[in-house]
């Protein structure tokens, strides 16, 4: 059963930090792009960050460039966002998505094949 699921949300204060994990089953994650996204209430889901599988690329959304790093272990099959110096901004649910043939722009959520339940990143003091 192919499979993505997202964990280590939680609560933060503003300044702090989280890593964000997303696991793959049925399927080899290093064949794939991967792309963060995040959802507020009341607004579109955007693209956070991406890896690509081919040759290493990653790119940011504005708003967290400099803060999020994208990596990936594909030994384990699981790919990460770590969020540093996080705000109150940053707060949604973070989802992971998969896609095989990249098409596009990264930040769309249109075209990836995968994605995965999502999990709640609260930034509050």
């Known amino acids: 059963q192919v499979q993505l699921v997202e964990s280590g949300g939680g609560l933060v204060q503003p300044g702090g930090s989280l890593r964000l994990s997303c696991a793959a089953s049925?399927?080899?994650?290093?064949?794939?792009?991967i792309g963060w996204f995040r959802q507020a209430p009341g607004k579109e889901r955007e693209g956070v960050s991406y890896s690509s599988s081919s040759d290493g690329t990653t790119y940011y959304a504005d708003s967290v460039k400099g803060r999020f790093t994208i990596s990936r272990d594909n030994a384990k099959n699981t790919v990460y966002l770590q969020m540093n110096s996080l705000k109150p901004e940053d707060t949604g649910v973070y989802y992971c998505?998969?896609?095989?043939?990249?098409?596009?722009?990264?930040?769309?959520?249109?075209?990836?094949?995968?994605w995965g339940q999502g999990t709640q990143v609260t930034v509050s003091s």
């Open positions: 998505a998969a896609d095989l043939f990249p098409r596009g722009n990264w930040y769309s959520r249109y075209g990836y094949d995968y």
């Open positions: 049925g399927f080899s994650l290093k064949y794939y792009a």
